[in-house]
């Protein structure tokens, strides 16, 4: 019997040293054909024999091997339009915004057609408006396009209105709105991806090639911080998939994807059957299955799906004009056993999908359904999510990134102290028994799961001891953060792995600490030693590889 590949460490945690508090003692994990072959003590006689006959050995002294850490919510392809230009991430104040422009001008050529940036906080305009102004004599009349972080809005200076022809009265099929003010005219506020394409479409995409190279360079980073795989929640770029060859025809991919086309409002029954023909895509480390669904937008923007309005009087419709074609939509896809994904942050819009999942006919092949973020759950909502089955899939960085303990932050502002009280109710959720995985969302939060995985379990920004942490009695234990990441997210998606088993696939995260011993902001900087995708060593930091 030929190894591949025979890892020896201080820690292996698999399912029996996980219930055993995290210990293993030196252990050996030995790969053949891209899966796991077995799992023995270092210094027993079949570790020796493995090493016999191994074609690679890698001894990582005293680091700890886990199941590989699966992201379950990227959008690698559209994060790459969403995130160029200048980083606004942290900034909370329209000084600081302001002055970050002015900063950046002076660097970008005097011709430059578009200004592009990404990651505004909508909290620099406090409980004002958010549109354009904050540009006001900053900008010098330049075609500016600037991304709020939640993905879903944007405000474009009055140049690009221009440009790209923005009148104020344009109406969309689906819950996207261009703000305006009294006498209707834009305030450069555009909410959803509908009324942000007015004007994106006049901005000169990169080259192919380019994004191919910035694609590859994207997912090298997320191998770097110990990700094996992660779950693309979209498929907005209609050249994904040609973007993904191409970069295959180049190399492997140095993560797993596992792609979940959307779907939106007003579908017609040819764009049904196509996501059916979807299903049947894959390459070498990618490939189709299910779909992802939205029932509204967020609470930052005031497009999210409350039970009551806003403070804004915002938020209280669903993106889908007609939610009974999202009903169709989740039948249908759940009659042909495709499971879906819906983001759902407020409150009805939760209740909505749980009760839309509750209602479907389980059949002779279950299929498991999941919702995205939740981020205020009232407690009968909680329950409908228990009677439906659902799964849940919540990013911790959201909570603890972009809010604040005080409520002083836009999201909790907007939904005042009872609403905000109700967020991000991961321990709620666990002792419920609901699947709940993690992730990122990236580009809205950074993917380094290091961070997330202690944000999980403090409820504040890793190594920010001095910030208050938010709703911390909603905290993970260190188990399930990291069961999170790994057997939960398969569960999440109506399968079962990640695990270090004989027969697994060999995905594997090697880490210079423990994270089920580790204290969560020493883990946050913990080296990633290497990941192994395939059986194959993907991302060496920490350690020399040779044949």
């Known amino acids: 019997m030929t190894i591949d590949l025979l890892l020896a460490a201080g820690t292996v945690l698999t399912p029996e040293a996980i219930a055993a508090g995290g210990s293993s003692g030196p252990t050996a994990v ?39 850490f699966v992201d379950a919510h990227i959008h690698p392809v559209m994060g790459l339009i969403l995130t160029r230009g200048l980083d606004l991430s942290g900034i909370t104040t329209a000084s600081g915004v302001r002055d970050a422009l002015t900063e950046y001008l002076t660097t970008r050529p005097d011709d430059e057609e578009w200004t592009l940036a990404w990651g505004l906080d909508p909290v620099v305009f406090g409980d004002g408006v958010v549109g354009n102004h904050l540009l006001d004599g900053v900008t010098g009349g330049r075609k500016v396009f600037i991304t709020l972080f939640d993905g879903h809005s944007a405000v474009a200076s009055r140049a690009a209105l221009e440009a790209a022809g923005v009148r104020g009265d344009e109406t969309f099929p689906a819950g996207s709105a261009v703000g305006v ?14 009324a942000q394409q007015l004007v994106l479409a006049h901005i000169p995409d990169p080259t192919f090639d380019d994004r191919v190279e910035q694609l590859g360079a994207l997912l090298d980073g997320m191998a770097a911080t110990g990700i094996v795989a992660g779950q693309m929640l979209d498929l907005m770029a209609t050249d994904s998939f040609d973007l993904l060859d191409e970069l295959e025809r180049r190399r492997d991919l140095p993560i797993r994807l596992r792609i979940s086309p959307s779907v939106f409002p007003g579908f017609t029954d040819d764009d049904l059957e196509r996501q059916l023909a979807y299903q049947e895509l894959a390459g070498r480390r990618w490939y189709v299955r299910g779909v992802k669904l939205m029932i509204d937008g967020t609470i930052d923007n005031g497009t999210a799906w409350l039970f009551e309005p806003d403070s804004h009087g915002d938020s209280t419709k669903s993106v889908w004009l ?12 759940h009659e042909h056993g495709i499971p879906t994904t819906t983001h759902a942050i407020g409150d009805k819009g939760i209740a909505f999908v749980a009760e839309t999942l509750g209602a479907l006919d389980p059949g002779p092949q279950p299929v498991q359904h999941r919702i995205e973020h939740i981020e205020t759950l009232p407690d009968e909502v909680l329950d409908a999510i228990v009677s439906a089955g659902a799964a849940a899939s919540m990013q911790p960085t959201h909570c603890t990134l972009y809010t604040r303990a005080d409520h002083t932050d836009n999201w909790s502002r907007r939904l005042g102290d009872e609403r905000a009280d109700r967020g991000w109710r991961t321990r709620d959720l666990k002792d419920r028994g609901v699947i709940l995985t993690l992730g990122s969302d990236w580009p809205i939060a950074p993917y380094d799961p290091r961070e997330i995985v202690a944000a999980a379990q403090l409820r504040r920004p890793a190594g920010q ?15 399930e953060t990291l069961q999170g990441y790994t057997t939960e997210y398969w569960r999440s998606v109506g399968e079962t792995g ?40 993907q991302a060496a930091i920490g350690v020399p590889v040779r044949s």
């Open 322 to 333: 007609n939610t009974d074609e999202y009903r169709r939509a989740v039948r249908f896809f």
């Open 498 to 537: 990640g695990t270090i088993e004989a027969g697994e696939p060999a995905d594997l995260t090697v880490w210079s600490l423990n994270p089920l011993k580790a204290d969560p902001d020493r883990f946050a900087t913990a080296d990633v030693v290497l990941t192994v995708v395939e059986g194959r060593v």
């Open 465 to 479: 001891e001095a910030v208050e942490p938010v709703q911390p009695h909603q905290g993970l234990s260190a188990v």
């Open 181 to 194: 003010d009294a006498g209707g005219r834009p305030t450069g506020l555009l909410n959803e991806f509908a």
């Open 30 to 68: 030995a790969i053949r054909d891209g899966r796991i072959a077995g799992v023995a003590p270092a210094d027993s006689a079949t570790a020796s024999a493995w090493q016999d006959e191994a074609a690679l050995v890698l001894d990582l002294g005293d680091a700890t091997i886990t199941a590989g």
